[in-house]
């Protein structure tokens, strides 16, 4: 345990091993369920009066946190006035200018601290259940930590330990049997969305972030092929195709790679100038489904890691994605070229890849997420913080948004998409199929 000396004259923080001095104070133990630093880094401790104002000028700190440091204790000086404790657990890129958390994605714990005499002892519990509910010291609410609902806030007692990681939406939860071109990705819990949207419109914007669990799936290590599709048409499990290329290589859908159900030239490129329901179609005769935009997001920022692209945090998207790599002005004028040419100053080959490009990989490895070509999801698109997006309970458990009507989100960028578009957080809309949109399947447990 990390114990710190007593918030002296209610206000400093000073680390220290050796007991507190024995004079009137509270002795606070601050612990929590959450993954750390997944959903947390930073504890911002504020000793607050009756009308819920700070007690004193030096009465807040912000401290640095890790699962090591826990169960975290600290000893507060006694007052003679009712005295409040307030924590909060956020993390530092959920910082604003001003040091103190930017958004309501945290935990935030307030209580009122009992009468001392002496060391009397008592503790915070900082749980996932309370993510995202503000407590309200104006109005004496707060979220109770037994209950996972806001309530009028009462005394702190010395209750049970909570040990860091074990809420229980964050707990892995494995797959059964999975087919050789599937990957399991274990169930678990990750902070939807991102402030980090800059670029992006309001109506795609990555905010408000939810606290989001998702169930174990299996999905697709690669993107749905035309050989994959041809052989369901072949063997009549499929009804439905994709479209044909325009005949004027010049026109927007000139580059569609599917050319017949009796043609492979094209087998082992990723199948595009698809519509939602086709792709629907055939991910349901393979036994298996669209994934829904949170399964993408969890599996595209390696599940608990959150990370900015499927392969981390490397900006360098041109690198490590088939993005940006129309046909400069071989033909239609206003495909997206950025990244065809390279540092040797030849041009890489436009439009999508046989395999794709192998750095666009995941921890799991799965590939292609970035880039090639981008992906329908299951989900009808609705903007976040309306719809299924703004049910008041948190978590989301297994969200599925739009209820079975488009236009559908499409996720991901591809071969004649932005590089701004690899970033995992980045959601846009379509209702048609489009020479740069493919899918891939998955399949619950």
Not at 41 to 50: F, H, S
């Amino acid at each position: 345990m990390k114990r710190l000396a007593p918030l002296a004259l209610l206000g400093l923080l000073v680390a220290c091993r050796d007991p507190a001095p024995a004079r009137d104070q509270w002795l606070v133990t601050v612990t929590t369920d959450a993954p750390l630093p997944q959903f947390g880094d930073r504890l911002l401790v504020e000793i607050l009066d009756e009308e819920g104002e700070l007690a004193c000028p030096s009465c807040r700190r912000v401290l640095g946190i890790r699962t090591e440091d826990l169960p975290l204790s600290f000893g507060i000086a006694a007052r003679e006035k009712e005295t409040w404790l307030r924590v909060r657990l956020y993390r530092a890129d959920h910082t604003g200018n001003d040091g103190f958390p930017s958004s309501e994605a945290l935990v935030d714990a307030l209580g009122i601290l009992p009468d001392v005499g002496g060391v009397r002892e008592v503790s915070l519990a900082l749980t996932l259940d309370c993510f995202g509910r503000v407590a309200n010291p104006v109005a004496g609410t707060a979220c109770d930590p037994t209950t996972g609902e806001v309530d009028a806030i009462g005394e702190l007692t010395d209750s049970p330990v909570l040990v860091a990681g074990s809420w229980w939406g964050s707990q892995r939860r494995a797959c059964g049997p999975v087919d050789d071109d599937m990957i399991c990705v274990e169930g678990g819990a990750f902070l939807r969305g991102s402030p980090r949207h800059l670029g992006l419109t309001k109506e795609l914007s990555a905010e408000p972030e939810r606290l989001t669990v998702v169930s174990p799936f299996a999905i697709d290590r690669d993107e749905v092929t035309v050989g994959e599709v041809r052989a369901l048409l072949v063997a009549g499990l499929l009804n439905q195709t994709p479209l044909l290329p325009n005949p004027d290589p010049k026109a927007p859908d000139g580059t569609c790679t599917f050319l017949g159900a009796s043609d492979p030239t094209n087998d082992a490129l990723p199948v595009n100038c698809v519509s939602h329901q086709t792709a629907e179609a055939v991910c349901a005769a393979l036994g298996r489904r669209l994934p829904t935009e949170a399964e993408w997001e969890f599996a595209a920022g390696q599940q608990e890691l959150e990370t900015l692209f499927p392969w981390g945090f490397d900006a360098d998207v041109c690198s490590h994605a088939i993005v940006g790599r129309g046909r400069l002005l071989e033909a239609y004028e206003t495909e997206v070229i950025p990244c065809r040419l390279l540092p040797d100053g030849s041009l890489a080959p436009w439009g999508p890849q046989p395999g794709g490009q192998p750095l666009d990989t995941t921890n799991l490895g799965i590939l292609n997420l970035a880039g090639n070509v981008a992906e329908w999801v299951a989900d009808g698109f609705v903007p976040y913080g309306q719809g299924c997006h703004d049910e008041p309970d948190s978590p989301l458990i297994d969200p599925l948004c739009g209820g079975g009507v488009g236009p559908w989100v499409v996720r991901g960028s591809g071969w004649n998409g932005l590089q701004v578009d690899a970033r995992v957080i980045v959601r846009r809309r379509s209702a048609l199929p489009a020479t740069n949109n493919g899918f891939r399947c998955a399949r619950s447990f």
